[in-house]
């Protein structure tokens, strides 16, 4: 697994990283397993979030025999007990609970987790995220989100890591503010690389959380095998042809987003070692064909006429 410099922090993450937030759905035991894999396999940076129910506690009881290996990311800003949300007190005090549920004296990346751009600039938020790097509880601030929020932290010069939606269906962030960011030295790490992947799903979805990206592919009518004839090839690709097709669009969809110039890592949500070896062994087939690329992006923009908003 490739390891890129996070922008220009000191730190250095996989190209793939493992997303924390479905470990709550694992036993105990297939957690660990799942962590085991992902450092076998090279996946080195994990994300994770106070809202992710019993995934920071999971990853601090296997980073106790294993801390080095890993870059690790959480998210803060909210749900302490007695403090209201999106205030420096909640983000100072979630910086402690997440070291101690994580079972380390640091972490090396905490996000401010959605929050609007007016709580960026006038909440306190981000002096208290930067008294936590200060003091050594926190090796870099950052913010994680989409819209104004995250144009607010691209200018922001204190939050060097950035984390937004980058894929297929949601590429407003790689034309906007991934330049930027980059210009200006920060990380940036794609979440949700698979749109949630809603070419999983046989008719149109009603819940919102799927029905934005299942729109979008149907305007934009990608076929991946069409753009792409090698995402059908390599290791983990099934024999069956809807398989296959899903497999295709896996490849595709994480080619795309480990390799667009200025993504350091994209982060992979999954409970399943098999789909994870699956995905590192997809973008152990490179980068896609800058024809594939262009017409990705030419789609994007001509189905969503400028329109389509980063899916927060």
């Given at each position: 697994m490739e390891l890129r410099n996070?922008?220009?922090?000191?730190?250095?993450?996989s190209a793939l990283g493992l997303g924390g937030g479905r470990l709550d759905q694992l036993s105990d035991r297939d957690a660990?397993?799942?962590?085991?894999?992902?450092?076998?396999?090279?996946?080195?940076?994990?994300?994770?979030?106070r809202s992710y129910g019993t995934s920071e506690s999971r990853i601090g009881r296997y980073l106790k025999h294993c801390r080095d290996s890993f870059v690790v990311s959480t998210k803060v800003g909210y749900g302490i007990d007695g403090v209201e949300d999106w205030t420096a007190e909640s983000v100072s005090r979630g910086v402690d609970a997440a070291l101690r549920r994580l079972q380390t004296d640091y972490i090396d990346i905490v996000y401010l987790h959605s929050c609007p751009a007016s709580t960026l600039r006038y909440g306190g938020v981000v002096e208290a995220l930067v008294h936590a790097v200060e003091v050594g509880k926190v090796r870099v601030a950052g913010y994680a989100g989409d819209g104004e929020g995250l144009e607010a932290a691209v200018e922001d010069p204190r939050l060097a890591a950035l984390m937004a939606s980058a894929s297929l269906f949601d590429q407003v962030?790689?034309?906007?503010?991934?330049?930027?960011?980059?210009?200006?030295?920060?990380?940036?790490?794609?979440?949700?690389?698979?749109?949630?992947?809603?070419?999983?799903?046989?008719?149109?979805?009603?819940?919102?959380?799927?029905?934005?990206?299942?729109?979008?592919?149907?305007?934009?009518?990608?076929?991946?095998?069409?753009?792409?004839?090698?995402?059908?090839?390599?290791?983990?690709?099934?024999?069956?042809?809807?398989?296959?097709?899903?497999?295709?669009?896996?490849?595709?969809?994480?080619?795309f987003a480990v390799y667009t110039w200025g993504v350091d890592s994209a982060v992979l949500g999954t409970t399943s070692i098999r789909h994870l070896t699956d995905a590192c062994a997809a973008i152990r087939q490179g980068p896609l064909s800058a024809t594939a690329v262009h017409a990705i992006r030419s789609r994007f923009s001509d189905a969503s006429g400028g329109h389509w908003a980063g899916h927060v």
């Open positions: 996070f922008g220009t922090t000191s730190l250095a993450v660990e397993s799942l962590l085991a894999a992902a450092r076998e396999l090279g996946v080195t940076y994990l994300d994770t979030a962030a790689l034309h906007r503010s991934l330049p930027n960011a980059k210009n200006a030295g920060k990380g940036f790490v794609a979440k949700r690389p698979l749109a949630n992947a809603p070419w999983r799903l046989s008719e149109r979805p009603v819940d919102a959380e799927w029905v934005t990206y299942w729109d979008r592919m149907a305007c934009m009518g990608l076929d991946p095998l069409e753009l792409d004839p090698s995402v059908g090839d390599g290791a983990g690709v099934p024999s069956s042809k809807l398989a296959a097709s899903r497999a295709a669009w896996v490849a595709l969809s994480l080619r």
